[in-house]
């Protein structure tokens, strides 16, 4: 039985259906625009190598970490095949090797290996704690350095250019954020905790507050330099739930809401790039042919779709710009419905859920601290990205976990997942 048990059966029973998903949707993203059944199995070739990733995925974890969590993993392809096949139709190319499927393809192969690495090579992942301030300090010096000397894409400066690729270093920041936090809180948790009364609040001692506020103040200034306002309002999330977790104050959580109320006030009447989000936000119609285009485009995306959509390759995406990138969700409303976003959002809440057991199961306050950061990053992320599009929130220049085509973003999401394979497999 024990020996059953290391075989992962459960694993690589539910990797059948990412990988059959793989196959299907494929098929039908060739097949329609051709209006015939008629194919060939080099048609299918980003299918087949995804489902091998997926077998050496499976094999690896079957060999090295045999007991870690069954769940993740296929929770992960799930969504990673959504994305592969939207930038299959997508693409312009009729499916190219240099098209945008392709280096998708490359990004997620890249992916899993990262995941793989993360998962059985970081065996002490109290190393991080450790050493958390020079994390913080290479994510901040990156980021700094990525405002002045970054490429500048869409009037935010994120980006340094390599060769054919961009690297964002605010992808990087967030994991360090995280590792950050999660180690200086487990180190002053008892500290972090009110010491003395000052009314409703409550305060801790300032001295050992002082550092984490600072450092995330930091991160948030450098944010608002580059004009990325969706990571910032993610790390001020990320940053309330793990302060309200090692805490257990809900006095914190109001207070810094109230903060963030105050600062976008102050930031709608001090920024302009600030103040075109919100009136895009409230009343997109008056701006339909301008700054309002894509996020008009998107919901009439929603509407075509119905409850069970167009069809794959029956929709029109196209007339959404930057659609393989920050609008993906809008296209898989348009061609799959209502039914398949609800399906994204289920697998998501999975994900989300899966990880918090995970943080719940180990012993180790550091992981548990780092666990519940990293799924708070990926959900916090997903909201900001689904409500943004459905018009819930104002729209900020972020990518959908997995889904979303970009090599930075799909590098650190699996990073991420391979950190919580690990953190499963620790006691």
């Not at 301030?133 to 009037?155: K, P, R, S």
């Not at 419905?337 to 989300?352: D, E, M, R, V, Y």
Request: positive net charge; charged residues 10%; proline residues 4%.
């Amino acid at each position: 039985m024990q020996k059953l048990k290391n075989l992962r059966l459960i694993e690589m029973q539910l990797l059948i259906v990412p990988a059959l998903l793989a196959l299907v949707g494929m098929l039908l993203v060739i097949l329609v625009p051709r209006q015939q059944v008629q194919w060939e199995a080099k048609d299918l070739w980003t299918s087949f190598v995804f489902i091998g990733l997926l077998i050496g995925t499976h094999l690896a974890l079957t060999l090295g970490l045999p007991k870690a969590d069954q769940l993740l993993l296929p929770l992960v392809s799930a969504l990673t095949v959504f994305g592969l096949i939207m930038s299959q139709r997508l693409q312009t190319d009729g499916g190219s090797r240099d098209g945008i499927a392709s280096k998708q393809l490359l990004w997620i192969g890249l992916g899993y290996l990262v995941f793989v690495i993360t998962a059985l090579g970081l065996r002490n992942l109290l190393l991080f704690k450790r050493y958390k301030y020079t994390f913080m300090l290479v994510g901040l010096v990156l980021t700094a350095a990525a405002a002045v000397f970054g490429t500048e894409i869409n009037g935010a400066r994120l980006w340094f250019r390599l060769g054919a690729f961009n690297f964002q270093p605010g992808e990087l920041l967030k994991i360090c954020l995280v590792i950050f936090l999660a180690g200086y809180l487990d180190e002053n948790r008892l500290l972090i905790s009110p010491q003395r009364g000052r009314g409703f609040f409550n305060l801790p001692p300032l001295p050992y507050l002082g550092p984490m506020v600072a450092i995330w103040g930091i991160s948030m200034v450098l944010l608002f330099v580059q004009k990325d306002l969706g990571p910032a309002e993610l790390f001020f999330g990320v940053f309330l739930i793990m302060l309200y977790v090692a805490s257990g104050r809900a006095s914190y959580v109001i207070a810094g809401l109230l903060v963030f109320a105050v600062s976008s006030v102050i930031a709608y009447n001090a920024f302009d790039y600030v103040q075109n989000r919100i009136t895009a936000w409230i009343n997109p119609w008056p701006y339909a042919q301008g700054r309002s285009y894509q996020i008009v485009q998107a919901l009439f995306s929603f509407a075509n779709g119905g409850i069970f959509g167009q069809g794959l390759s029956s929709g029109a995406p196209y007339f959404i710009p930057e659609v393989h990138t920050d609008y993906v969700y809008a296209a898989i409303g348009e061609e799959v419905g209502l039914a398949g976003t609800l399906g994204i959002i289920g697998l998501n809440l999975l994900l989300f859920y899966r990880g918090f057991h995970v943080a719940l199961k180990t012993s180790n306050g550091f992981y548990q601290y780092l666990a519940i950061g990293l799924v708070a990053l990926l959900g916090l992320q997903t909201f900001i990205i689904m409500g943004g599009v459905t018009k819930l929130i104002p729209l900020t220049g972020m990518t959908l976990p997995f889904i979303s085509y970009g090599g930075s973003s799909i590098l650190i999401n699996f990073f991420i997942a391979g950190l919580l394979v690990r953190i499963s497999a620790s006691d």
